[in-house]
């Protein structure tokens, strides 16, 4: 019985050491990169809306997010999934958002505008 319980502690403690972890590497990224400076905040709430709701980005938007960087955006997007506010969240589900409007953005940014 004791076992269990120190196995049960053990796993506990190695579940949280590996969220501050990556909490920490997160964070690190996030500062060394000047990440939260690159986007303005209307950018930002579409961003966001675009990947943790229902909604898109605009193109306007979409031109800060890929000057933001994708390491700065995974960053980002992972750091918010961290928080306890959006544990409810699926991070599988988000990070495949996170994707999709990333290589969204990337298409619309490097596609050349149609001239008229």
């Not at 960053?75 to 990070?95: C, D, G, Q, W, Y």
Request: charged content about 15%; some cysteine.
């Amino acid at each position: 019985m004791a076992s269990l319980n120190v196995y049960s502690v053990l796993v506990v403690l190695f579940l949280t050491c590996g969220a501050a972890m990556a909490t920490k590497e997160n964070d690190q990224i996030i500062k060394e990169n000047n990440c939260e400076t690159k986007m303005g905040l209307p950018c930002v709430l579409d961003a966001f809306t675009s990947i943790f709701e229902t909604g898109s980005i605009s193109t306007k938007c979409c031109g800060e997010l890929v000057g933001l960087g994708k390491v700065c955006h995974s960053a980002l997007v992972k750091r918010t999934l961290e928080n306890p506010l959006f544990k409810h969240l699926s991070p599988a589900k988000i990070i495949a958002k996170s994707i999709q409007t990333w290589n969204n953005c990337l298409a619309l940014i490097d596609s050349p505008s149609p001239s008229t």
